[in-house]
């Protein structure tokens, strides 16, 4: 099997208790995984289970419900900082090497101001203290992830999340690697089926379904990994949940999280078996 190690995130969306999915996805084949955060949460105790799995813990995803008071007036963005420091400190302590961050929430903002990048520069100075990268992720308003890489991309700290998915619906399928590769941290594999409405971003597009259930170009990605020698985890995040009045997600929902898992193994070596 090629190069590449192969992750998934943990959250696909069976609400099983997290020692069963971590077993289905150390049996299914997978190498490593992530998951999410919540302030107080047990992360050291997740980080045991991971470790007991055979899994490498390689990122942490932090939450973004509230990201877009970053970039405004007011306590709520310190706070918010504050809670995005926390989740580093949190990457340091159980040895995550990655911790992913949304630039903004929110289909309306395009603006990003001098308040928010002097907070993600907070947030920056605590990741380079802790040995955290920071994987920002290609989201909607792409303003937001531009503004941060010019003017604190210069940090060591500072890398980016691909998500494949995101590009096809949230940026017009604009090259984000060509922009970003080379500061590549992580990977968001995922397929959908493009914009449904190609003059409305909305989050209702944003599937992540398996590879090759959708209209990306697999080969495409991974030239582009290649391209940019990127020797990282291939990391994938799916779900088995439907979008509001969707059914594109049916016949997941229908599988257990053991099959689930091992699908998506499936598809990701077969997608990383069209690198190098
Ligand atoms: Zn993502």
Redesign the pocket.
């Known amino acids: 099997m090629g190069k590449y190690k192969l992750g998934i995130g943990l959250g696909m969306g069976y609400g099983q208790p997290n020692e069963r999915v971590v077993k289905a996805v150390a049996a299914a084949g997978f190498d490593a995984c992530f998951t999410g955060w919540v302030e107080g949460g047990d992360v050291e105790g997740w980080a045991n289970g991971i470790a007991r799995a055979g899994l490498i813990y390689q990122s942490i995803h932090a939450p973004f419900g509230k990201v877009d008071k970053m970039w405004e007036e007011g306590d709520e963005g310190d706070a918010v900082t504050d809670m995005l420091i926390a989740c580093v400190n949190d990457c340091a302590k159980v040895d995550v090497p990655v911790m992913?961050v949304h630039p903004i929430i929110g289909m309306d903002k395009h603006d990003p101001t001098d308040l928010g990048i002097a907070r993600f520069a907070r947030l920056v100075e605590a990741a380079e203290k802790d040995g955290v990268k920071l994987g920002f992720?290609n989201v909607e308003g792409a303003e937001y992830l531009a503004k941060i890489m010019q003017t604190l991309g210069h940090s060591s700290a500072v890398g980016f999340?691909w998500?494949t998915?995101?590009e096809m619906c949230y940026n017009f399928s604009a090259d984000m690697m060509a922009l970003y590769g080379d500061k590549l941290v992580a990977t968001?594999f995922?397929d959908n089926l493009g914009m449904a409405d190609s003059n409305e971003v909305t989050w209702l597009d944003d599937l992540h379904l398996l590879p090759f259930d959708g209209i990306a170009d697999w080969a495409g990605i991974m030239a582009r990994i290649d391209r940019h020698g990127y020797a990282g985890i291939l990391t994938f995040?799916l779900t088995c949940k439907n979008k509001p009045n969707k059914h594109t997600h049916d016949a997941y929902a229908a599988w257990t999280v053991e099959t689930f898992a091992a699908q998506a193994y499936a598809r990701a070596v077969k997608v990383a078996a069209l690198g190098k």
Do not use: R
């Open positions: 992913v992720e999340c998500d998915g995101h968001h995922n995040e």
